[in-house]
């Protein structure tokens, strides 16, 4: 009895749906289902039935205006959900376009089938509103027929935000079908850019939508900064992105708006309509009567050359919704169109979600939200594919939808938060002191893969670190940890000083129990380099040795415990990574008298073997690689090289300073002159 539907409009808390014999019915999205006595705004029942063309909510959500075909603009108080004002003086035809263009329902546009467009001042006097007009576009055939109304969305300021210009401006976009109009409000009305077609098809039909950042619940982690909105039109098969900025115009000498074109988007058919669920999510009917949810690619700093073409998140076929239309004819009546302006408008509570309004029925879709689909992967157990899902987020290959901002930085930001969350979930719920190796590893790789990847270092080093300390699986975090390192992956600037001394400290008993199987191997077999047994000269039997060595390498020494690392290198004659040490800290004299010291020592042992080389007819000290070691890291500092490797190979490599240089040598001949005065058994003599 209410009549077919012919429009549909949405706010924040309810949708609206226009009929032929004048009603509106109010949905609540909350409900599941549609109640079988709905809320509905009827005309009174003394004034002839016209069908509602057009709706918009009040910002506040406490006022509805509704546009009717007859020309009559209906102002209605929801919370009594009656006329607050009815007026027929400003349209003498049909209203295409309604919208109100203040936070509050003081002030609206509209615009009607015959190219006029007004501004609407509702006011209250003593109960009672009445209604005035001001004339702001009259009918023009550069303009063509007004579509739809936008005023630009209005963002919640954070407390001590400047406000955007365009909010203090008022800025409106009027979509036409020969061209679409910026226009400011205040002070006064003020045409800033006409944006002309060029028509290639007298079917086509332009749209747009605005883009811009709203607070949603990933912005209370997440600063969200203030940016210039974003008008996106649709003509053809073409979507142009335009910024409105505001900067210095230097023709006129002072601040003023600047529209420039910073994308430009292709579709496979004609568009008929869009509608924005967010800043960079586009619902787009087209001309196979095909509905898809798209996602716009973040925007570079780079000018864009060319057209992107643009791909469908989700689709659906709706020619049997058949979507309401309105055929606009131009304003010298030589062609007719139709438009789906007033069949799609998005609910923008917590859930959003697009009203498509058939002529029979209104349907409702969904985008399938990545918080959801996480949500069942962990109720599922399967940890590793939610992380997946938040790493591909992380990188831009998902589309983030309505879960995160589309901009990188905010996006990284946001999956960074929501990623350490579930870390902390599934080492909470999965790892245990009885947990088997083989699980524990997988679980270690899984979690600290993916602080690697997204740079979670705190996360890393605290909480993924604390939880396997507190279920004795230390050394297993400290192994999944090192490849990381040695590949480079984690910055030298990000390692952690307790993490790597615990990395270190790992390596003690693994060190001696290598030894003493390295020992009874050499003994077994009766080598005669039992002498020279060390990582350098046995390289196959001392595996953990070198892979310690590669680790000291690649580490920032200033991290390491200095107490524990020069004890353990010294015990296990790691003399590469303990010269690295002393030389990272700009000491190159101790490595020089460390290495002289232990190759006298060596020397002192070599002839109880001599008979063993006499074969060779060398010395046999001539066969200990310390002291090829010794000459190689003077041959180095002398130079002005690094030890072992050049920067270019090893970024932790230090180049020894010319004061170095002048230490080595006073330590040198000092050495000299002392060997050569314990020989004469006299004082030396001053200089």
Not at 185 to 206: E, G
Not at 362 to 373: D, K, L, P
Not at 418 to 424: C, S
Not at 514 to 530: C, F, I, N, R, Y
């Amino acid at each position: 009895e209410l009549g077919l539907p012919t429009c549909v409009a949405a706010s924040g808390k309810l949708v609206g749906v226009g009929t032929l014999r004048g009603a509106l019915v109010l949905l609540d999205p909350k409900l599941q289902d549609v109640p079988p006595r709905p809320q509905v705004l009827s005309p009174p029942a003394t004034e002839e039935a016209s069908a509602v063309t057009a709706a918009a909510f009040s910002p506040d959500g406490e006022s509805l205006l509704v546009g009717h075909k007859s020309g009559q603009l209906v102002l209605w108080d929801l919370a009594s959900q009656k006329i607050a004002c009815s007026t027929r003086d400003v349209h003498s035809s049909s209203v295409v376009s309604v919208s109100f263009c203040r936070p509050g329902w003081q002030f609206a546009l509209s615009a009607d089938s015959k190219g006029s467009v007004y501004f609407l001042t509702f006011t209250s006097t003593f109960g009672r509103r009445d209604c005035s007009k001001q004339l702001l576009l009259e009918q023009s055939s550069n303009i063509g027929v007004p579509l739809r109304l936008l005023p630009v969305p209005q963002v919640p300021a954070k407390p001590g935000a400047v406000t955007h210009p365009a909010d203090t401006h008022c800025l409106v976009a009027l979509c036409a079908t020969n061209a679409t109009v910026l226009l400011t409000l205040h002070p006064s009305a003020q045409v800033l850019q006409k944006m002309q077609y060029n028509a290639k098809d007298a079917s086509w039909i332009p749209d747009a939508a605005w883009l811009r950042p709203e607070l949603e619940s990933w912005a209370e982690t997440v600063e969200v900064q203030s940016r210039d909105p974003q008008l996106c039109i649709a003509y053809g098969q073409t979507i142009h992105l335009m910024r409105v900025g505001w900067a210095m115009n230097e023709a006129k000498g002072k601040e003023d708006f600047k529209v420039s074109l910073i994308g430009k988007y292709t579709w496979p058919l004609p568009i008929r309509s869009i509608s924005a669920f967010n800043d960079s999510v586009l619902a787009v009917l087209d001309g196979s009567n095909r509905l898809s949810v798209v996602q716009l690619p973040p925007l570079v700093d780079q000018p864009q050359t060319g057209a992107t073409q643009l791909t469908a998140v989700q689709s659906e076929d709706v020619t049997s919704w058949s979507p309401v239309y309105h055929t606009s004819t131009s304003l010298d009546g030589s062609r007719d169109a139709r438009s789906h302006h007033s069949a799609l408008a998005v609910f923008r509570g917590k859930s959003r979600t697009l009203y498509v309004c058939g002529m029979k029925e209104v349907w409702s879709v969904q985008i399938g939200r990545w918080g959801q689909h996480i949500e069942s992967l962990v109720s599922r157990n399967e940890w590793p594919a939610a992380l997946d899902v938040f790493l591909a987020l992380r990188r831009g290959t998902l589309p983030p939808l309505l879960d995160f901002p589309n901009a990188t930085g905010p996006r990284q930001k946001a999956v960074e938060s929501r990623t350490t969350q579930v870390i902390q979930s599934y080492l909470v719920n999965s790892l245990r002191q009885d947990t088997n190796r083989a699980q524990v590893r997988q679980i270690c790789m899984t979690a600290v893969g993916v602080c690697v990847e997204a740079n979670l270092w705190p996360v890393l080093y605290k909480t993924v670190f604390e939880c396997f300390k507190a279920t004795g699986h230390m050394n297993i975090y400290c192994n999944a940890l090192e490849p990381f390192i040695v590949q480079g992956r984690i910055p030298r600037g990000e390692m952690d000083s307790e993490v790597l001394s615990s990395i270190v400290q790992s390596y003690a008993l693994p060190l001696e129990e290598e030894e003493q199987v390295a020992l009874q191997q050499t003994t077994k077999d009766g080598a005669s380099t039992a002498l020279f047994l060390d990582c350098d000269h046995c390289p196959h039997l001392f595996p953990t040795a070198r892979r310690l060595q590669q680790l000291v390498l690649c580490v920032d020494v200033s991290r390491l415990d200095l107490n524990l690392a020069i004890r353990l290198f010294t015990q296990h004659r790691l003399w590469t990574a303990l010269v690295h040490v002393y030389c990272a800290l700009g000491d190159y004299v101790s490595p020089l008298e460390l290495l002289v010291g232990e190759c006298g020592q060596l020397a002192k042992k070599c002839p109880t073997v001599e008979g063993s080389f006499s074969a060779m007819g060398e010395a046999p000290l001539i066969h200990c690689l310390l002291v090829r070691k010794l000459f190689f890291f003077l041959h180095r500092c002398f130079e002005m090289r690094a030890f072992p490797l050049d920067p270019k190979d090893g970024p932790g490599m230090v180049q020894p300073s010319a004061n170095s240089i002048a230490d080595l040598l006073r330590c040198i001949f000092r050495t000299s002159e002392g060997q050569q005065q314990a020989a004469a058994g006299s004082p030396a003599e001053a200089p």
